[in-house]
């Protein structure tokens, strides 16, 4: 079957670099994605990678590798309004895609 | 600047009332797409269109209907809800199924009694 894989939570403080991993078995693969969901609130769209590497946009990264399944999104400079869940997401072969259960992130002062 | 538009953004109904979600977008994009989310597991997809007049099955598609009359509105149909159904449910819309990120509507939280 077709699996997202994610950390349920992570604590990180304000200012402080944070890494979020996600990992995935998917059938083929047409890119990845990561959200980012305040509570109460619409999923909105953060990065996507198609090609190995790092794609950096302001504050955040996301590196991805195809050959170990594998991402991560990166926040520096963290901020208190950063505090959401981050979804990771893989677009299939079938061009579906698969969601992980998505990473609470708290920040503390 | 509209975007997505769900309507009713939360409802409590009793079981086996008929429901209809609905969901309008303005980009003109092609696919769109209902999904349910439940704590501790992701989005899962109900139904998706990959253009107006066609549409598909998704993950979970039992209990649940929809339409594509043209561009703009993609109504999600419950016939006769069950409690199983309690959610929120998003609407999202991409360019194309093949390409682009989805964009969300701002979610209808549904209870079923």
């Known amino acids: 079957g077709q699996n997202i894989d994610q950390p349920t939570e992570m604590t990180a403080t304000e200012g402080a670099i944070v890494q979020i991993n996600c990992t995935y078995q998917?059938?083929?693969?047409?890119?990845l994605f990561w959200y980012q969901q305040h509570a109460g609130e619409a999923p909105t769209f953060l990065s996507y990678n198609v090609l190995d590497g790092l794609e950096e946009k302001g504050r955040f990264s996301s590196f991805l590798s195809r050959s170990k399944g594998y991402s991560y999104l990166l926040l520096k400079e963290l901020q208190m309004k950063d505090s959401a869940s981050y979804l990771c997401?893989?677009?299939?072969?079938?061009?579906?895609?698969?969601w992980g259960a998505g990473t609470k992130l708290i920040i503390k002062p | 600047i509209a975007g997505i538009t769900q309507a009713p953004t939360s409802q409590i109904l009793a079981a086996g009332r008929r429901m209809t979600l609905r969901c309008t977008q303005d980009m003109r994009h092609n696919a769109m797409y209902w999904y349910r989310q439940d704590l501790g597991l992701g989005l899962r997809l109900i139904h998706y269109s990959n253009t107006a007049g066609t549409t598909g099955k998704g993950e979970v598609p039992d209990g649940y209907s929809v339409s594509r009359a043209n561009t703009d509105d993609f109504p999600l149909t419950l016939a006769s809800a069950v409690p199983s159904q309690t959610s929120v449910y998003f609407c999202?819309?991409?360019?194309?199924?093949?390409?682009?990120?989805?964009?969300f509507g701002e979610g209808s939280r549904l209870t079923v009694l």
């Open positions: 997401a893989v677009r299939d072969s079938n061009y579906q895609l698969i």
């Open positions: 999202a819309s991409s360019e194309g199924r093949e390409a682009g990120e989805l964009f």
């Open positions: 998917t059938s083929g693969f047409n890119g």
